[in-house]
């Protein structure tokens, strides 16, 4: 099989879109994907790799479909939801491309940001990311606690997490392998991403509002991802205890000594039930603090220890 003619030197590029509910969007992004790519199917070979993330309405239907005009669509049914981290996951696993570009299938992905990509690629950088250059179509709230997240995880992880970039970007076949080579089951790819490092570009691009179906991050999913986030790619909070139990424990024997030192000088006194009570209450909120920490690390070392698949796949449809 190792020809030398020029179609085995063409480079492929694959595209990894997980599709969870997208049932109306699946026609427009692939027209979309398409038209955006036209200028360069003579040079490149692509395929599309749709992860259907155990979705509820007809998307998987609308994506056999899609394969009648799209042949280089390649579906991966997983046999239920397992979340978008896991869908990209399974979709780098299965993607075979000389470059890989995940891309939310939702549109709010411009894909006429590809061609840019490919050129900063070509030019030898190994990871292009996309950077968001605004927030507009966020709530206040949601870019507040975004800003904090970047803010916090730069402090205490020792990678850099880059700010406004999602999953959208360009990776090269190094960075992909390197990525697979991660198995970690909490997966927080953006993360991840950051983590294996190599050669890295940005492009910029204005983010768009969803047109079909609706976002399935509320806020509750939002807090968990940022926790997950902190909690793979830091362990100062468990460590932080060790610095907060000496700083009070030194408070309590200072306090102590005082105690004894007043107690001999002075006689023994009965009232004192408010600063027991302040002394009480602080230190049980802080220890259960602590104990909830370590809680959030726990559940996390059980997830890892169980050793499960990140993903389940019902059936792969198509070459
Ligand atoms: N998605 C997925 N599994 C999920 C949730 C979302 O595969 O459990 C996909 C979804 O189909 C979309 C992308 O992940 O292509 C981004 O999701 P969404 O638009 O809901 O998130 P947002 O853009 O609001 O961050
Ligand atoms: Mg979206």
Known sequence: MKAITNMDARKKISLVAPFYNEESNVRPFLQQVHAALAPVLGTYDIEIICVNDGSRDGTLEALRQARQHHPQVKIIDFSRNFGKEAAITAGLDFATGDAVIPIDSDLQHPPELILEMLAHWESGFEVVLARRTSRETDQALQRLTARAFYEVSRYISHIEIPADVGDYRLMDRKVVDALKALQEKCRFMKGLFAWVGFRTTVVNYQVVPRVHGKSSFNTW????????????????????????????????????????????????EVPGYASLMIVILLASGVQLIGIGILGEYLGRVFTEVKNRPIYIVREVIGP
């Open 221 to 268: 999913k939002l807090w968990n991802f940022a926790l997950e986030g902190i909690t793979s790619f830091s362990t100062l909070p468990l460590r932080v205890w060790t610095y907060l139990g000496g700083v009070v424990s030194l408070g309590a024997f200072i306090y102590a000594a005082y105690l004894i030192i007043k107690t001999l000088v002075f006689g023994v």
